[in-house]
Structures are given as structure tokens and as C-alpha cells.
């Protein structure tokens, strides 16, 4: 059973840079024809898509965000991460990490908020 | 990208059917059967419903169908159920191998 289990600073001043990481269990990351996504909510919003990494290591960002997102990979870890830069208060959400196939996303993690602000 | 075109609400009683539709362009839903829905409770997880526009993963109750035509794709729900209450989001793969979500819709069943 695949789980996936976000984790990272729930609180990060504005202007500064944003780091999750995504620990997963039950599969490798390095699985042939996985996308790994990172998804965000902000509160009371709807689903907004962040970016993906692909099992070979290709990455595809949300146009709106691609400027300051970097999502990478942690093979020795199984894990996989998110950076998003010059953050300000609009970036507060819960952001979750996902694994599945193309524009489906079949395991989740369970989520985390995290607050911009002085 | 803009954003997939949801209603922002739908109600039904029990046992009836309802149709939330998703509408998109012929960049993304229109190109691609790549459309899956999400049912989401308040404070947790969303949770796959249908992906590839109509495929059911394994557990979810074949009460959930999905269809497409042209730039729209629909999630019924039929022999509506309280629990069935809750946020549902749609999202479709695009052209420039992006992915792209609807607003969400508030189910209420009445």
C-alpha cells in the first residue's frame, strides 16, 4: 500500500522560500510511468495544480508558477520535494503531495498547511 | 491556462441522479481523455472518483460515472446518498502537458 506523508515548516516569513518534502512508502519513486504532482489548496478555495515530476525525471510546473517552483527527487530518501520562491501571503495553503498516472492522482498524502506571514 | 468551468453548486434528494459538468477547451478536455474527478469531504484528502474520463478505481461504487463530449466532461452520481455529500473537482491533462482544475462544485443532497 503506497503512503505519502508531506512534511516542512508550517510557518515561512514572506519573500522567503518555501520547502515541502514528500516521503513516500510501499513504492519506489523511480517507478516506471509514475507522475509525482504537488497540489495546493488555498483555504475554503478550490484545487490548484503546482507542478509534476515524472518517474524519469522531467519536471512540468504550473505556467502561473514556474517562475519561482522547483520540484526534484531525493532517490536515496524516496522522497521527492517542493521549493516555491519569493513567497507571499497568496502561497498560504495546504499542500498536498500526489502519486498516479497522467492527470490522475491515485494516492495522496494526508496534506499540510502552511501559513506565510511575519 | 485558465481554469476548467465547474457549477459552483448542485442539490439532490435522495435516490435521484445528478450530473456536474466540467468545461473546458479544445486545449485540454476537448483534446485529451485525460479527465478525472475528485470527491473531497471538509478537512480531508480529495479522493480519485474516475480517472481517463470514465474509469472507476478499485472501492468506489459504481453509483460514480463519467462521460465526455466535446470540451465538457460529466460526473454522475445516481441513487444519490447522504454521504455523497461534498466537494467535487475535476482536472484535465493540456496541450502544453500541463494539468488544469475546475473550481469545484458543492454537492448538497437535500
Redesign the interface.
Known amino acids: 500500500q503506497v503512503q505519502l506523508q508531506e512534511s516542512g515548516p508550517g510557518l515561512v516569513k514572506p519573500s522567503q522560500t518555501l520547502s515541502l518534502t514528500c516521503t513516500v512508502s510501499g513504492g519506489s519513486i523511480r517507478s516506471d510511468g509514475y507522475f509525482w504532482?504537488w497540489i495546493r489548496q488555498h483555504p475554503g478555495?478550490?484545487?490548484?495544480?503546482i507542478?509534476?515530476i515524472y518517474y524519469s525525471g522531467n519536471t512540468?510546473?504550473?505556467?502561473s508558477l514556474k517562475s519561482r517552483v522547483t520540484i526534484s527527487f531525493d532517490t536515496s530518501k524516496n522522497q521527492f520535494s517542493l521549493k516555491l520562491s519569493s513567497v507571499t501571503a497568496a502561497d498560504t495553503a495546504v499542500y498536498?503531495c500526489t502519486r498516479?498516472?497522467?492527470?490522475?492522482?491515485?494516492y495522496?498524502?494526508?496534506?499540510t498547511l502552511v501559513t506565510v506571514s511575519s | 491556462q485558465s481554469a476548467l468551468t465547474q457549477p459552483a453548486s448542485v442539490s439532490g434528494s435522495p435516490g435521484q441522479s445528478i450530473t456536474i459538468s466540467c468545461t473546458g477547451t479544445s486545449s485540454d478536455v476537448g483534446s485529451y481523455d485525460y479527465v478525472s474527478w475528485y470527491q473531497q469531504y471538509p478537512g480531508k484528502a480529495p479522493k480519485l472518483m474516475i480517472y481517463e474520463v470514465s474509469n472507476r478505481p478499485s472501492g468506489v461504487s459504481n453509483r460514480f460515472s463519467g462521460s465526455k463530449s466535446g470540451n465538457t466532461a460529466s460526473l454522475t452520481i445516481s441513487g444519490l446518498q447522504p454521504e455523497d455529500e461534498a466537494d467535487y473537482f475535476c482536472t484535465s491533462y493540456t496541450s502544453s502537458s500541463t494539468r488544469v482544475f475546475g473550481g469545484g462544485t458543492k454537492l448538497t443532497v437535500l
Open positions: 504532482s478555495k478550490g484545487l490548484e495544480w507542478g509534476y512540468y510546473y504550473n505556467p498536498y498516479g498516472r497522467t492527470s490522475s492522482d491515485h495522496w498524502g494526508q496534506g
